[in-house]
């Protein structure tokens, strides 16, 4: 719930806010937490305790590499039509690729852009946020996040942060 739906039910005096950090302490110690994701309070299993919960958890099928990357460009440019995605990607997005995420409960359509044609656009949802443990879109990680990581060359085409004469 987000704090203005909390606010309903409270008098009006009431810090909504320090009201939920209270909360948030007094369960952090606990097998479940209470967290922010995507500006909604909600309760989620404390993340020491997750793998006891591994095995019955239920197990998405995997995502094929043309859906991560489709989220992923959802995710860092939202909202962001189906030919902006091709035009990052290099490549056509299938419709059903698109359809996974939005089975998934990842993706939605964000209206329609006022240009030509008025494309549909796509962006994530507060489902996104919660699956991935992101309070918001702010969290993503940036390039230098992915360059520590490994998860990228060290050197990237066009980028002038490395060394000039090595």
């Known amino acids: 719930m987000t704090v203005a739906e909390l606010a309903r039910y409270l008098p009006e005096e009431a810090d909504v806010a ?14 479940i937490v209470l967290v922010e994701r ?10 020491d305790l997750a793998h ?20 992923a460009i959802i995710a860092y440019h ?3 039509t189906r ?5 990052i990607r290099g490549v056509g997005v299938s419709g059903g690729t698109v359809d996974v995420l939005m089975e998934a409960g990842w993706v939605r359509p964000a209206g329609r852009r006022e240009s030509p044609g008025r494309p549909l656009q796509y962006a ?13 879109r702010r969290d993503l990680p940036g390039l230098a996040d992915l360059k520590a990581a490994g998860l990228l060359a060290a050197e990237i085409p066009g980028d002038d942060s490395g060394d000039a004469d090595a």
Not at 18 to 31: Q, W
Not at 52 to 59: G, M, S, Y
Request: glycine content about 10%; overall charge negative.
């Open 124 to 136: 994530t949802t507060p489902g996104f946020l919660v699956h991935f443990g992101l309070a918001s």
């Open 38 to 47: 995507g500006g909604r309070w909600l309760f989620q299993t404390a993340p």
């Open 18 to 31: 320090g009201l939920l950090a209270e909360l948030a302490d007094n369960y952090s110690p606990r097998g």
């Open 83 to 87: 030919p902006e995605i091709e035009a």
């Open 78 to 80: 939202e909202p962001v």
């Open 52 to 71: 006891v919960l591994a095995p019955t958890r239920e197990r998405p099928a995997k995502l094929s590499r043309a859906a991560v990357e489709t989220l």
